[in-house]
């Protein structure tokens, strides 16, 4: 029996309208723009009101994405959000985006501890979804974070890292073969869940804690992993990487970004990278650089194109698309 390929039809993204700067930063903290900038790359970050939820930011982003696909919401037939700081500790944020949209019958869940990789992660679960039951036509997929609520803004060491900010894709069905999401690759180590956490939790102190950062061995760490995932689904798919049209990596850190590229041999000019106005989104971080590059620099019919990301757990993966 023939299978559709499931295909990236639109993006969307929010960002808060608040901006945090570098020199907003050093105001109250033992920083500088100079010293941000030249050991992450950052230059600012978005920041969510008080009034904002993230389910808020989420269906903004997914208003844009079925606009842009002249999509009804109620042709939505799934919808994942990855998210580590959902509205509430339940129902899921995913069932308050759909209640914002106003879609009645359509499943809906999160993918939570995934944290920076829970994007990666939400695409994964959807494309197998979509391929395994064919009542499933469309689906949004959503990375969406307010990670400022989990910030300690004494600690310059993680404070200056993180935003706010949703994106997300519409998957859709399409009757032409090898395009679209070609395939997709997770991996996880627990033994490496002290180097990045929250310090909170139900079972723990009964609040969400603050994120606490083992940097050295997260940078040595993402740079191995990103690189290995990158490579894996490279020599899985027999492409090289010369043959890659763009690589959207996880927006953590300029820094990690160009050491991954590197490691894979690939130029500046095949990477978007947005990490210098978003910072690190956590989740929501490559369906925002996707929805960048579409208002930009389109990506083409035909394009290769990579996704790779890496967050607590540690977990990371990597998906490997075929613009259509």
Not at 27 to 45: M, V, Y
Not at 136 to 141: H, N, P, Q, S, V
Not at 244 to 271: C, M, S, Y
Request: proline fraction near 3%; hydrophobic fraction near 40%.
């Amino acid at each position: 029996m023939k299978q559709d390929s499931i295909v990236i039809s639109s993006t969307g993204s929010y960002l808060p309208k608040k901006v945090l700067t570098n020199d907003d930063l050093a105001q109250f903290l033992d920083t500088s723009d100079e010293w941000i900038t030249q050991r992450t790359g950052i230059k600012q970050r978005h920041i969510a009101s008080s009034a904002e939820m993230v389910s808020d930011l989420a269906a903004e982003a997914c208003v844009q994405a079925l606009f842009k696909a002249e999509v009804s919401p109620s042709d939505v037939d799934l919808i994942i959000c990855a998210t580590s700081t959902p509205d509430l500790t339940f129902p899921s944020t995913a069932a308050i985006i759909q209640k914002k949209l106003e879609i009645k019958n359509c499943m809906a869940f999160d993918i939570g501890q995934a944290a920076c990789n829970g994007f990666i992660t939400a695409l994964t679960v959807g494309n197998a979804m979509m391929r395994s039951n064919p009542s499933i036509k469309k689906a949004l997929i959503i990375g969406a974070e307010v990670f400022s609520r989990l910030l300690d803004w004494e600690d310059r060491s993680t404070c200056i890292l993180f935003g706010d900010g949703a994106g997300c894709v519409l998957l859709d069905r399409s009757e032409t073969p090898n395009t679209g999401i070609l395939d997709c690759q997770l991996y996880n180590d627990g033994s490496l869940d002290h180097i990045l956490y929250a310090d909170g939790g139900v079972g723990q102190t009964g609040d969400s804690g603050k994120v606490v950062m083992n940097g050295r061995s997260v940078f040595k760490e993402a740079v191995q992993k990103l690189a290995q995932a990158a490579e894996d689904m490279l020599k899985k798919n027999n492409i090289d990487a010369k043959d890659l049209n763009w690589f959207v990596p996880h927006q953590a850190n300029a820094r990690i970004i160009k050491a991954t590229a590197d490691h894979i041999g690939l130029p500046e000019e095949r990477i978007i990278s947005t990490v210098d106005q978003h910072a690190n989104t956590s989740a929501a971080s490559i369906p925002l650089a996707l929805d960048w590059a579409q208002t930009n620099s389109p990506f083409k019919k035909g394009d290769l194109v990579l996704l790779d990301a890496l967050g607590a757990g540690l977990s990371w993966g990597a998906c490997l698309i075929k613009w259509a």
